[in-house]
Structures are given as structure tokens and as C-alpha cells.
């Protein structure tokens, strides 16, 4: 059976800037994902080029068994593809429950669909329900971040792309921001793919995971190969490997 979202030989370049070099990885049906690698190893071009933002120099991406992605017949994002990028894409001036009904494109004509998924997405994110009517632009960071979250889930996304949803978060808002994560994935069966600095966190969470360097895949392993393998742990896990000699 193939995978939910298979790349292979991906390479993508900003000009001359060469930023993904021969990319190979995979998302299964209902698994999470979680993409490391040093700055500018190519992590936010992944998540830009799977969403049709930045069409790729050569490679494959497939997405739900049909080709997403291939250099002559570029496709903008399949539906059940979502991404929450970095920097939280919200309208302001919008209120939360405006907000919503915004990210609900593919049942927007369906006003009980629209209004039933609204219900399971205010479910998950009950303090989204407490705001309901508080305009969007004055929302906490963490509020805001559940927000864009709650908005992809909306569109009723098989896959859930995430970059870096805990920046400028207080670790108090990370924890329950990750709670969610972990029950979008385990009562919800969504699959997610996360690019993120704190990983230690995001390693529990992962069933496996992909470190990148300079473009292409420097380790890859389960959540628990990776927070064991020492290259990680000297990286990201700020755990000096023990000198034996
Ligand atoms: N718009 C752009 N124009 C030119 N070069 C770019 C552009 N965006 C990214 N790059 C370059 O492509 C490479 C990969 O960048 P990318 O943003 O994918 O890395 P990243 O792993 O997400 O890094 P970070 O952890 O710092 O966010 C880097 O060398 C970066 O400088």
C-alpha cells in the first residue's frame, strides 16, 4: 500500500541556492511525522514545495496515491492537505468563529456541514469556544496559534502540516499546544507532519522522524531511535555525547 505523502528525489532551489537535494521521505495514513535539521537544512522548502508553493527543479511528491507534484504538471495542494505555517496566518479583523467558517472552503456551500465541523474543531480547542466573537488580531500568541490550527482542520485535512507551531510560545502554552497535536493524532487518526525546533517534545509525540541536512536525509528513524541516537542527542537534545576515551 503507499504512503499517505511519499517524496522522492525532491530537489528544489531558490535561484542558484540549491535548498532540497534529492529529498526522500514518507507520511503513512494516520502517523506522525517530525522533520529536524539545523537551520536552513530545508525543512520550510519540504513544507512549501508538498503545498505547491514552490515548484521543485526535479523529484516526485505523491499525495493519497496520485501525483501531487511533478516538474511539467505542478498542482496547487490537493484537498485533505493543510499547512500551518510559520508566523500564524490569521485574519485579524476577523473573529474567531469568522475565522473558522474561513478555513471551511470545502463545505462552505453546506451550511450543517460547515456548522458540524465547527462544532468537533470547538471541541478540541475549547478555549477557541470561550473567544468565540473576540476579533482574531487580539488573540494570545498561543490563542492565535490554535487558532490557524483549528482554521487548517476546518478544511477537513487527512494531513496536517506544521512549522514550528511552538515559536514565541511560553513552554506552559507549548505543552498544551502539543496536547492537542497528540489528540488530533490518536482520537482523530489525522496524520501530521511537524517541523520543529523543541525536540525533545516533539519526539515523544512522533511515531517516526527525519533529520535533515543540506537538503537530503541525514537520519531517520522511530521517535524513540531518534531520541536515543547520539547524533540527535549532541544536536537538538542538548546531551554531549559521554567521551570514552
Ligand atoms: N526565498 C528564498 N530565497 C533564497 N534562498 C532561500 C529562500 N528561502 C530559503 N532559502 C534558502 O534555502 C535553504 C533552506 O531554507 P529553509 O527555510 O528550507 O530551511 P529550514 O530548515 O526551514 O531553516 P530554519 O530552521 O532556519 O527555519 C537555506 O539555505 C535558505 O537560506
Not at 55 to 73: E, H, N, T
Not at 125 to 136: I, K, T, V
Not at 221 to 226: F, I, N, Q, V, W
Request: aromatic share 4%; proline share 4%; net charge positive.
Amino acid at each position: 500500500m503507499s504512503a499517505l505523502l511519499e517524496i522522492s528525489g525532491l530537489v528544489a532551489a531558490y535561484g542558484g541556492v540549491r535548498a532540497l537535494d534529492g529529498l526522500d521521505l514518507r507520511v503513512e495514513e494516520g502517523e506522525f511525522v517530525v522533520l529536524l535539521g539545523p537551520n536552513g537544512s530545508g525543512k520550510t522548502t519540504t513544507m512549501k514545495t508538498v503545498s505547491g508553493l514552490l515548484k521543485p527543479v526535479s523529484g516526485r511528491v505523491r499525495f493519497a496515491g496520485s501525483d501531487l507534484a511533478g516538474v511539467a504538471g505542478w498542482k496547487r495542494p490537493a484537498l485533505g492537505l493543510c499547512q500551518v505555517p510559520e508566523g500564524r496566518q490569521i485574519f485579524p479583523d476577523h473573529t474567531v468563529i469568522e475565522n473558522l467558517h474561513l478555513g471551511a472552503f470545502p463545505v462552505r456551500r453546506d451550511r450543517s456541514a460547515a456548522e458540524r465541523r465547527r462544532a468537533e474543531v470547538l471541541d478540541i480547542f475549547p478555549r477557541l469556544a470561550e473567544r468565540a466573537s473576540q476579533l482574531a488580531g487580539t488573540l494570545s500568541g498561543g490563542e492565535a496559534q490554535m487558532l490557524a490550527i483549528a482554521r487548517a482542520l476546518m478544511a477537513g485535512p487527512r494531513l496536517l502540516m506544521l512549522d514550528e507551531p511552538s515559536l514565541g510560545l511560553a513552554p506552559l502554552k507549548v505543552a498544551e499546544l502539543f496536547g492537542y497535536l497528540k489528540r488530533l493524532h490518536e482520537e482523530h487518526g489525522l496524520a501530521v507532519l511537524l517541523v520543529e525546533q523543541q525536540a525533545g517534545t516533539a519526539l515523544k509525540l512522533a511515531d517516526r522522524g527525519y533529520v535533515l541536512e543540506r537538503g537530503r536525509v541525514a537520519v531517520e528513524g522511530t521517535g524513540a531511535e531518534l531520541r536515543d541516537d547520539p547524533r540527535v542527542q549532541a544536536a537538538y537534545l542538548g546531551k554531549l555525547r559521554q567521551s570514552t576515551a
